[in-house]
């Protein structure tokens, strides 16, 4: 199969962790070895998150522009750039060290937007570390920001247009025909549009990865498209006593529900799988990266398909 995984970026930096090197090079080193079990008779492409990454490269950009104030910081899709490289080193070279035999490439993908999106006015996507309530409302105060909820915590959140496109795709096919892993639409690509003239620019936003991740899937024609993250499935009354795990959905039963998912977190993860069923016909999963080999298999997290009408829980 042609498999397409997202990994979130707290799959990379757990929630509340130090972000460290240290810290994100251990958690890549598990992740990686997950991959690498499913790579054998499979073509395999990852996308990565960078929400913690690339808050802290802005907060980061930030302290030295307080110190310099003649120097700007640079912008959002520079940063993103940068987390690119970061993390696609790191999993890269684990990868490589993982399955030798297949060499791994990352690709830097502009992933394209419309500069007049909405969400340039309303900020919903969060970055960075996570603070309680009363520090997220100091900052915001002292910075200028947006804080929004990310389970018991805040974050900063900025701009997240919709996907539209992404580049390079028949790079990545043909990288694909040579037997390469490819990583590529790392933190939900590098936001940017087409200027009056045809010519790519950035701008300043982080785009969602699972919305980026299902473009990127659909114009591969991927068999199956996994969002791999820190939880076992898709749920209905989420921390809640009465708690149900989704196991099967149809995309049309699942969007009926879409109110059970927070906007910061399960929401857009709903919303990429549902677009890609609904694209191509094939099968998507949220689940657990742990859990990746049994969700290839057919026999782990929430999986949106046509096969069924209605909903199945565990």
């Known amino acids: 199969m042609r498999i397409v995984v997202a990994l979130g970026?707290?799959?990379l930096l757990k929630r509340g962790e130090p972000m460290t090197a240290q810290n994100q090079s251990a958690n890549i080193r598990l992740a990686a070895e997950q991959l690498a079990k499913i790579k054998p008779n499979n073509e395999l492409v990852i996308s990565h998150g960078n929400g913690p990454q690339v808050g802290l490269l802005a907060l980061q950009h930030a302290a030295y522009h307080a110190v310099?104030?003649?120097?700007?910081?640079?912008?959002?899709?520079?940063?993103?750039?940068?987390?690119v490289g970061m993390i696609g080193y790191m999993l890269q070279q684990e990868l490589t060290n993982l399955v030798p035999q297949t060499p791994t490439i990352t690709?830097?993908?502009?992933?394209?937007?419309?500069?007049?999106?909405p969400a340039f006015q309303k900020p919903s996507k969060p970055i960075g570390q996570v603070y309680s309530k009363e520090e997220a409302e100091k900052l915001?105060?002292?910075?200028?920001?947006?804080?929004?909820?990310?389970?018991q915590y805040y974050r900063r959140a900025v701009p997240s247009p919709l996907p539209q496109g992404v580049t390079g795709i028949d790079s990545v096919k043909a990288l694909l025909a040579n037997n390469n892993i490819v990583?590529?639409?790392?933190g939900g690509g590098i936001p940017s549009f087409r200027n009056e003239?045809?010519?790519l620019q950035g701008v300043e936003a982080v785009v969602d990865k699972d919305l980026c991740t299902a473009v990127i899937s659909q114009e591969l024609d991927a068999d199956l498209f996994v969002i791999a993250t820190d939880v076992k499935a898709a749920c209905v009354n989420f921390q809640k006593e009465d708690q149900k795990a989704i196991a099967k959905a149809s995309p049309a039963a699942l969007e009926a529900l879409a109110s059970e998912f927070a906007p910061g977190s399960m929401g857009p993860k709903v919303k990429a799988v549902i677009n890609f069923v609904k694209a191509t016909g094939k099968d998507a999963v949220i689940g657990s990266?742990?859990?990746i080999e049994e969700i290839v298999k057919g026999n782990a997290g929430t999986r949106?398909?046509?096969s069924i009408d209605g909903v199945e829980f565990y």
């Open 9 to 11: 970026g707290n799959a």
């Open 68 to 83: 310099d104030n003649k120097i700007e910081p640079y912008p959002l899709d520079v940063l993103v750039s940068q987390t």
């Open 107 to 117: 690709v830097l993908s502009q992933v394209l937007v419309d500069p007049n999106d």
């Open 140 to 151: 915001a105060a002292e910075k200028g920001w947006t804080v929004m909820p990310d389970g």
């Open 183 to 186: 990583i590529c639409g790392g």
């Open 197 to 199: 003239k045809g010519e």
């Open 289 to 291: 990266l742990s859990d």
């Open 304 to 306: 949106v398909t046509n």
